[in-house]
């Protein structure tokens, strides 16, 4: 770290766009489970997934907004964690189909399994539970490992 950079001590919150809130609100509440804490007016929806005021909002922008393409600059995905055990996230994905969502990969990132969907408008979510914090304390270049994951 530079000596005069501005130390960021923890990422606090996303906002993402969205198409309308009437259809991300319940994926994001109801399948993803967070607490839906308030809303600014009829554009926008705040989340938290307990322990901070927010940790997500939602911007809705109208049914006219163009999905990104692959190969444009922006947000990837967003992880959330759903628990500490393979059988968490077997529960995550069953529950996952339980509400119509499809998975669209899963991984062992070594540090962490995962399963990925995607929200309303197409944007990824990783959903992980993370593996032995020793792994990455030990090798640091774990984190950059993906491999395939057997649920």
């Not at 994926?27 to 809303?39: M, N, S, T």
């Not at 992880?79 to 990969?105: M, N, Q, S, W, Y």
């Amino acid at each position: 770290m530079r000596e005069n950079a501005v130390r960021a001590s923890k990422l606090g919150h996303a906002v993402l766009k969205v198409r309308s809130l009437e259809a991300s609100v319940p994926f994001y509440r109801d399948v993803l489970g967070l607490k839906e804490v308030a809303r600014y007016g009829s554009q926008m929806a705040f989340f938290s997934c307990g322990d901070n005021h927010h940790d997500l909002a939602l911007l809705e922008i109208g049914m006219q907004a163009v999905s990104p393409v692959s190969s444009q600059v922006g947000l990837y995905h967003l992880a959330f964690k759903v628990g500490d055990t393979l059988d968490e996230l077997r529960a995550c994905r069953d529950h996952l189909a339980a509400h119509g969502v499809a998975i669209a990969g899963q991984a062992d990132h070594r540090v962490s399994q995962a399963l990925y969907c995607h929200d309303p408008d197409g944007i990824m979510i990783e959903l992980y539970v993370d593996a032995d914090p020793a792994i990455w304390r030990d090798d640091p270049a774990a984190v950059a490992h993906v491999g395939k994951l057997a649920l």
